[in-house]
């Protein structure tokens, strides 16, 4: 048997969100729950329903919607983002000499929070970096296919004359001391074996933000380390996470039921983030449809403006007037992805990424059926 309208498919899919209680949550889109109707998955209806909408794609932060999926594959690209995109960080820091304040733990974690970033094709070229283990305590050598090897050598001095003007009352460390702060742009990577023929002389391993502040130091104070930077992915440690945060949340739907005019309208309007209700004179065609506008034309009227703007908070629920007037939801398969990059990807191509990693994902498990089937 066919499906049913758009209309009514509409309704089943909405979420419906009320002051104190959420309904409608789970998704009836599966065979045998509606009667006579197939909803078993088709691959032709699915390429004729889905839709992807971008919203803002900057080269570190995009927001697109992914419209006509489930929230199982809507989750599964999310724990991809955030888990299983492969990076390069800071893993092994070897101190030389750190007589700053910092003590040598906490140092070495603040560099391992460094965003690093390079050329990506030859980062991919990089091989896995096998930690050494109890049963095999000699596997973790570093090589030029596995490892990236920086540097960071300073030393803190008083500036020509700085004892001077210390002396006179000057409190400004620019005019008083060398090196007093320590950036990330301060770290030199330094290439070897075949890791000078793979890069060339493109742009090499650095930061992605080359003022990010790593230490405070005073003259006669020093740091010089060496620092091996290895792949990894978000499982092992959050600073191999090539995102900020990847999130996402379903489109909100604003259903206003009855006309909200004058002083409620500007009222109505306060209750949501700015840009989600504006106001519009009621018009004479307006009053002709509705017989609650008649003889309030010119007067302010509610309507939806941008309902993706809004963050359900039910502001307008908790007060009555509003209560029979307006109907909060949310479309259930309609998921608006914000992903924000750390700087070693782009924003949009990290959900390609993820995409692909998904596909190996099902390739394995499918492979595995195979097996299984023999």
Not at 114 to 128: C, G, Q
Not at 144 to 153: G, S
Not at 177 to 201: C, M, P, S, T
Not at 316 to 339: M, Q, S, T, Y
């Amino acid at each position: 048997m066919p499906r049913p309208g758009q209309e009514e498919l509409a309704q089943r899919n909405r979420v419906n969100v009320g002051l104190e209680t959420v309904t409608n949550q789970a998704s009836t889109d599966f065979p045998g729950h509606w009667p006579g109707e197939n909803h078993e998955w088709d691959l032709g209806y699915f390429r004729e329903n889905f839709k992807v909408q971008f919203h803002t794609n900057a080269p570190l932060d995009s927001s697109f919607s992914l419209i006509g999926i489930d929230t199982s594959i809507a989750n599964a690209f999310r724990r991809i983002l955030l888990a299983e995109i492969p990076t390069v960080a800071i893993e092994y820091v070897y101190m030389k000499q750190n007589t700053s304040i910092i003590q040598d733990e906490v140092l070495a974690h603040r560099l391992g929070l460094i965003p690093l970033t390079a050329d990506r094709k030859a980062l991919s070229w990089m091989k896995w970096y096998k930690k050494p283990t109890d049963e095999d305590p000699g596997s973790g050598s570093p090589s030029d296919y596995n490892t990236l090897m920086l540097t960071l050598d300073k030393k803190c001095e008083w500036q020509e004359g700085g004892l001077d003007r210390a002396a006179r009352g000057e409190t400004d460390p620019e005019r008083l001391y060398k090196n007093h702060n320590i950036y990330a742009r301060d770290l030199e990577w330094h290439k070897f074996g075949q890791q000078v023929e793979i890069w060339g002389d493109g742009e090499g391993l650095r930061a992605v933000h080359p003022d990010i502040l790593i230490v405070k130091m005073r003259p006669g104070q020093e740091i010089s380390m060496q620092l091996h930077a290895i792949k990894g992915i978000g499982q092992d440690h959050a600073k191999f996470s090539p995102v900020a945060t990847a999130s996402y949340r379903l489109l909100p739907t604003i259903d206003i039921l009855k006309p909200i005019v004058s002083a409620d309208a500007k009222k109505f309007a306060r209750c949501f983030p700015k840009g989600v209700i504006g106001l519009e004179p009621v018009t004479a065609e307006d009053a002709k449809k509705d017989p609650e506008l008649r003889g309030k034309e010119g007067e302010a009227k509610a309507v939806v403006k941008n309902a993706m703007r809004d963050t359900v908070s039910r502001e307008c629920l908790r007060h009555p007037e509003f209560a029979d007037k307006v109907k909060l939801g949310r479309v259930r398969n309609h998921f608006i992805f914000r992903v924000e990059s750390t700087g070693q990807w782009n924003s949009d191509e990290l959900f390609l990424e993820s995409v692909k990693l998904l596909k190996i994902k099902c390739q394995k498990v499918r492979r595995g059926l195979d097996e299984m089937m023999k």
